[in-house]
Structures are given as C-alpha cells and as structure tokens.
C-alpha cells in the first residue's frame, strides 16, 4: 500500500510517499499553506491522485513525551482532513524530525537556500520512514 506522509506546519506542508511495498519514503513535494480548508483539499486530491492507502502525519510532542499547542493545530487540520477523504489517518510521533532533516541535509553540504527548499519534504520522509520501520518491525 503507498502512503502519504505529512509534515504539517503553519506556512508549508512537506509531503512525502512510500513506495508499494511500504519498505523506502521518498521527498516528495511541498505544499504552501493557503488555509486549513484548501491545504486538506489538496492533501485529499494529492492522495487520490497517487492512490494512498494512509495518510502518515507527525503529531508534534515535546521532549517529555507531552502535547503542546503545536499538537492541537495538527489535530485540528485532521479534523478538516478527514472531510475531505476517506482514506485512514494516522498521527505519528515527530520528535526531532526536523532536526534530523536538517543534519541530514547539512551532511550532504547543500547551501542554505537549497536546504530551506528541501527540509519539510525531507522531515515527512523521516516521519514516514520511521512509521514504515515500525510497521516492518512488528511484522
């Protein structure tokens, strides 16, 4: 099954797809945020045009495992994502997905501007490879 992973934030949204066999997630795209409404409309159609099965978004939690504010606008959004499809939405634990993006990115000695361009798609891979590596250890 291809899933969808999301790394959700007030300005952009990354996005990034599993292959069909639910083994690799690949960068896939980001989406600049117009609103809650049209970001889950986009979203939805964006599912359906790659034929996911699931949609993986990370639920922002601090440190010590708490939900913050962050984790609330998240909820919210799958609130509005969940009108929009019928496809299974899972909230995944993003800590410190963003900082490994970032290092990953800072590693492969991309300058500034390009890493800027890559880190939200590169975030809701991690988000999804981490959850496709859960699934594969529970067998």
């Known amino acids: 099954m291809v899933r969808v992973g999301l790394d959700f934030g007030d300005v952009r949204i990354g ?36 034929g996911a099965g699931e949609i ?10 708490a939900y913050g504010a962050s984790a609330q606008k998240v909820r ?11 496809v299974s939405i899972v909230a995944w634990d993003e800590r410190l997905s963003t900082v490994q993006a970032s290092r990953a990115l ?13 880190i939200d798609k590169t975030a809701a891979a991690l988000i999804l490879q981490n959850y ?8």
């Open 56 to 65: 993986v978004i990370g639920m922002p939690r601090n440190m010590n495992g």
């Open 106 to 118: 800072l590693e492969a000695d991309l300058p500034r501007k390009r890493r800027r361009e890559l």
């Open 15 to 50: 996005v990034a797809l599993s292959d069909e066999l639910g083994l690799v997630a690949s960068p896939l795209k980001v989406i600049p945020s117009r609103g809650w409404g049209k970001d889950a409309v986009s979203v939805a159609e964006l599912v359906k045009e790659v």
């Open 76 to 86: 919210d959004f799958c609130e509005r994502l969940r009108e929009a499809t019928d």
């Open 132 to 139: 496709l590596d859960y699934l594969q250890a529970r067998g």
